[in-house]
């Protein structure tokens, strides 16, 4: 089982790009989460999903989009990036919600010049 | 609305001295209740959690927590710290009748040699 994993590892953004983080968990999940880690912010929710074909938005969704088309796979959109989205971005997984555990990507740092 | 405090952003402790780590919680209902461990440049990694029953959870790598409800505290506890255990530590909740899951900012942990 590689569990969650996460594409790209790094990436180096111009304001204005846009670009698509993939998530990919081989537990077959239910609920799939994205979050970013920022210094003295700990982790928030940007996007969640609770079963293929559903998102919804977390804490912080503004400049991004998801989908989730299939399962296993949780897609994170930047539209157009901002240097305010230079972040550290991780995805999550768990079987369902109430007191399942979640399961944690590597993550991907993101900056945006 | 649910929320969760880590009230020091670094604790720091003498190899082979016992270990705590606070946190404490705001939920609406009876709350499931988390740790996660972040080693550098890696994603969290689940220790333990609270679902109902008795008020001292054991997790991994020796780590324990008490819940305690009068409180609102589930405090991570470990009887003697080894250098190894240095990282981020989150708490995390989530109301059974929330989807979402919200952390704490983290607490950084020294274990001097």
């Known amino acids: 089982n590689a569990g969650v994993t996460q594409t790209p590892k790094f990436r180096v953004l111009k304001t204005g790009q846009s670009m698509t983080l993939l998530c990919a968990q081989d537990m077959n999940h239910e609920y799939m989460y994205w979050y970013r880690q920022d210094p003295g912010m700990g982790l928030r929710l940007i996007h969640y999903?609770?079963?293929?074909?559903?998102?919804a938005k977390g804490e912080v969704p503004d400049g991004y989009n998801v989908s989730r088309l299939k399962k296993q796979n949780f897609l994170l959109g930047l539209e157009s990036a901002a240097p305010s989205q230079t972040s550290v971005y991780f995805c999550?997984?768990?079987?369902?919600?109430?007191?399942?555990?979640?399961?944690f990507g590597p993550g991907t740092r993101l900056t945006v010049t | 609305a649910q929320s969760v405090a880590q009230p020091e952003d670094q604790v720091n402790v003498a190899e082979g001295n016992p270990l705590t780590v606070k946190c404490t919680y705001s939920v609406s209902g009876n709350p499931y209740l988390f740790w996660y461990v972040q080693y550098p440049n890696r994603g969290l990694q689940f220790l333990l959690k609270?679902?109902?029953?008795?008020?001292l959870v054991k997790g991994s790598y020796g780590f324990e927590a008490e819940f305690n409800k009068s409180q609102t505290s589930f405090h991570l506890k470990k009887p003697s710290a080894l250098v190894s255990d240095s990282a981020l530590y989150f708490c995390?909740?989530?109301?059974?009748?929330?989807?979402?899951?919200?952390f704490g900012i983290g607490t950084k942990l020294q274990v001097i040699p």
């Open positions: 999903s609770v079963g293929e074909g559903t998102t």
């Open positions: 999550a997984s768990s079987y369902s919600g109430g007191s399942h555990e979640q399961y």
């Open positions: 609270y679902i109902t029953g008795d008020n």
């Open positions: 995390a909740v989530r109301d059974p009748g929330n989807q979402k899951v919200t």
